[in-house]
């Protein structure tokens, strides 16, 4: 059997087994040994085990259930609700300063917890209720919630950029670095839209009350007093000084990926000890339950994926892929766009990290021999799966904003996301038209790469 026609049985089977609603590790690990059997030596098998160890012996992975945890300890005390409500406060004279403040919260939390679902759980069981009480729409509240959710992917520590990291072989510092200005870029993006649309729902509502009579919680403004702000600071201020402390080592070069994230565990811990009275063994056992389900679902992902990625090598498969695609001598930006193309289809049916894992051994050889600098593409690769998690159908964080907000409907979340859709296709096009976006503050803090 020709290598094209094992690569495209390698492929089909592995999405008929995901489609049918196999677990993505088992869906990988089982096509990669059912593979092995078929096609490769017999005492191939032997070695599973030795492979999975070998591939998972990273010291970056070692920062994943770390992040992991200190993602859990935040996102499992009453950070997420305090750190909202300070932000609301201060911003509060500002036109659409309650859907701002629901951003700004996203991208703060996020660069916290590093985690999308987490995000839009804790800032949104707070904010969408918050906003709909003061008259925004609920499709306009759920889109900015489940927008700002997608930053926990790209603003640092996200566990997505630590396998890109991994399976494209770039220095995670760096990459961390990246997204830093990108996601400063997304958050002043989002913001705009926030306070632009915030301006047409109260002109509307000004409107209907003046000509019907009709009055809407837009009308009403809230007065929050110098000592009401005051009071809220000292429970937020530990957790942004934690962030800028945690940010600081890493990117002065103090710690590796893998210190920074056991030192911002422990102080996350002993942040929710201090601030929420959180260190009773009852009261840590969710963090620690948490931290070890998801971390153990995701190294047996990352596991299987390298696996998976080995019975691809050696079956010629990727090489053989990547061949192919050079050979269509395509212009290196109609290359890029038809594999931002493919990212973006796969987003409709796969999470992030799979998708990293399964298409890196493929796409990364051609873009590479194209002249992109994999950094670079490695945020605008993010920014597109960010895309995935807020379009149908699998769109993970509008489920959790029916889970939140079950009496939003699922028609009206998607409405509300769309605009940010637009807005994310927009920094794609600006990193793509300035990739120093991307570029600059690792070569300013790093200097150039090697």
């Known amino acids: 059997m020709s290598t094209a026609a094992i690569g495209l049985l390698y492929g089909a089977g592995t999405l008929g087994l995901m489609l049918i609603g196999m677990p993505i590790a088992f869906a990988l690990?089982?096509?990669?040994?059912?593979?092995?059997?078929?096609?490769?030596?017999?005492?191939a098998l032997d070695?599973?085990?030795?492979n999975v160890y070998e591939e998972m012996a990273s010291i970056t992975l070692l920062s994943i259930p770390l992040f992991i945890l200190k993602g859990a300890a935040i996102g499992r005390s009453r950070a997420g609700g305090d750190l909202y409500a300070a932000i609301h406060a201060w911003l509060g004279r500002v036109p659409g300063g309650l859907g701002i403040a629901n951003v700004f919260a996203c991208a703060l939390f996020a660069a916290m917890a590093g985690s999308s679902p987490a995000t839009c759980s804790a800032i949104g069981s707070a904010g969408i209720p918050e906003m709909r009480a003061r008259g925004y729409s609920p499709g306009f509240a759920a889109g900015i919630i489940a927008?700002?959710?997608?930053?926990?992917?790209?603003?640092p520590p996200s566990i997505t950029m630590i396998l890109y990291a991994v399976a494209a072989q770039v220095s995670l510092g760096r990459l961390f670095l990246a997204g830093v200005l990108p996601g400063l870029l997304l958050v002043g993006l989002f913001c705009s839209y926030a306070a632009w649309q915030f301006s047409r729902e109260r002109s509307a509502a000004l409107l209907a009350?003046?000509?019907?009579?009709?009055h809407s919680a837009h009308l009403d403004q809230h007065r929050w007093s110098l000592a009401e702000k005051t009071r809220m600071l000292p429970r937020v201020l530990p957790f942004v000084t934690l962030l800028l402390g945690v940010m600081g080592a890493l990117y002065g070069g103090y710690a590796t990926p893998s210190e920074t994230a056991g030192l911002g565990a422990i102080l996350a811990l002993l942040l929710v000890a201090a601030v929420y009275g959180v260190w009773r063994p009852a009261q840590l056992a969710p963090i620690l339950e948490v931290t070890l389900r998801e971390s153990t679902m995701l190294m047996f992902i990352v596991g299987m994926s390298l696996l998976y990625a080995y019975v691809m090598s050696y079956l010629q498969i990727s090489q053989g892929a990547a061949e192919w695609i050079v050979a269509l001598h395509l212009s290196r930006w109609v290359l890029l766009a038809a594999v931002l193309l493919l990212v973006v289809v796969l987003g409709f049916f796969l999470p992030p990290v799979s998708i990293i894992l399964m298409t890196a051994p493929i796409l990364?050889?051609?873009?590479?021999?194209?002249?992109?600098?994999l950094i670079w593409f490695g945020i605008v690769m993010t920014i597109v799966m960010e895309m995935g998690l807020i379009h149908p159908p699998v769109g993970l964080n509008l489920f959790v904003i029916r889970n939140i907000a079950p009496d939003i409907?699922?028609?009206?979340?998607?409405?509300?996301?769309?605009?940010?859709?637009?807005l994310m296709l927009l920094a794609v096009l600006i990193l793509c038209l300035l990739p120093a976006c991307a570029t600059w503050l690792p070569v300013a803090l790093l200097g150039a790469a090697a």
């Open 47 to 50: 070695t599973v085990t030795q």
């Open 147 to 155: 927008a700002g959710g997608t930053l926990g992917i790209l603003l």
């Open 409 to 422: 409907p699922l028609g009206a979340v998607i409405r509300g996301v769309l605009p940010f859709v637009a």
């Open 209 to 214: 009350f003046q000509r019907d009579g009709v």
């Open 29 to 43: 690990g089982g096509i990669a040994v059912l593979f092995m059997f078929g096609f490769m030596p017999a005492s």
């Open 364 to 373: 990364l050889p051609p873009l590479k021999a194209a002249g992109f600098d």
